[in-house]
């Protein structure tokens, strides 16, 4: 499918040598001579990409730039700004406005190509990001139907399944919002844990590293150290903690991170309390099975190099 890019710019030449340099690469172009032109057309059909000027009458590129990121039919275009101007201070404003990189007139047709070229890349990676967020929502609601239906024979029987662990174990709860501390802490410690708190992410890994816990749910979106931070501390202190990401705001790009990082699940604020608890009594039980069988491992090792050291006398 040919990718379109808008050209903005007031005056016609530079349109025109733009427009020579982008359809010989095989783009389809569109133009532009004036902010409001621009907004209207990226509106009515977002652009594969844009291709900005600058200095314009009227509205300038930085306020053009500006209300196509806010506006969210073209918040998602790439804008790569072309300006005579070079000063850094300059090019500052620019990205502060939303650009996503800038080309300085006059303009070299290879750099050019090389740059929408990528940028268009970026935004192919973006796209399948968006596809994988969709997915990963799908994949969610498919697991915490299966976590309803644990909850429902939980509730049935008025027990945890067979295999479950035994409460009144301890677990570090982080998330900067107090009222989400309370609820989570009193929602866990109704079902027999005990709740250690922890507001932001200094304070949590300080209570890791002398507080043992066996699980711990942790807030993505702190000040100060992120989520992720502390999830890759937290694993670098002891690899076989689980921790429970929640966060109020799913991404694909936040999921798969925390995944890779080595997070146990992922769970979205706001669905039912019981899954959250169900989760930890889950972490609960990989942790304990995790430290029995390096446990065993260690052992084993031990013992073939003992018997290898005793073949080895003999």
């Excluded at 990205?95 to 740059?115: C, N, Y």
């Excluded at 982080?174 to 079902?191: K, P, S």
């Excluded at 844990?193 to 711990?216: I, K, M, N, R």
Aim: charge should be negative; charged fraction near 25%.
């Amino acid at each position: 499918m040919v990718e379109t890019i808008l050209i903005v710019d007031d005056e016609t030449g530079n349109r025109e040598l733009l427009e020579a340099i982008l359809t010989e690469a095989g783009y389809q172009v569109v133009e532009a001579a004036t902010g409001a032109e621009a907004l209207a057309q990226a509106t009515a059909a977002p652009p594969d990409l844009i291709l900005l000027d600058l200095m314009m009458p009227g509205m300038s590129g930085f306020e053009v730039c500006q209300r196509l990121k806010q506006e969210s039919t073209t918040s998602a275009v790439p804008i790569i700004v072309v300006t005579a101007l070079g000063q850094v201070k300059t090019k500052e404003q620019a990205l502060m406005s939303g650009a996503d990189d800038f080309v300085t007139k006059p303009v070299e047709p290879e750099d050019l190509r090389a740059r929408v070229a990528a940028m268009l890349k970026v935004r192919r990676i973006h796209q399948e990001l968006d596809r994988t967020l969709a997915y990963l929502h799908e994949l969610e609601a498919a697991r915490h139907a299966k976590r309803r239906e644990a909850v429902s024979r939980v509730a049935a029987t008025g027990a945890m399944p067979a295999g479950e662990v035994l409460p009144n174990l301890p677990v570090l709860l982080v998330d900067d919002e107090a009222l989400t501390r309370q609820f989570y802490g009193d929602l866990l410690a109704e079902h027999g844990f005990h709740v250690w708190a922890a507001s932001d992410g200094a304070e949590a890994l300080a209570l890791a590293s002398h507080t043992p816990v066996e699980a711990v749910l942790l807030d993505l979106m702190m000040p100060g150290l992120s989520g992720l931070e502390v999830l890759e501390r937290l694993k670098a202190q002891d690899p076989d903690l689980p921790v429970i990401v929640l966060t109020a705001h799913a991404s694909a790009r936040n999921a798969i991170t925390a995944l890779k990082l080595g997070a146990f699940d992922f769970i979205v604020k706001g669905l039912a309390p019981d899954l959250v608890v169900l989760a930890v009594h889950r972490a609960v039980r990989h942790r304990r099975n995790a430290v029995t069988t390096r446990r065993e491992t260690e052992w084993l090792r031990a013992r073939i190099a003992e018997v290898e050291g005793r073949q080895q006398v003999t």
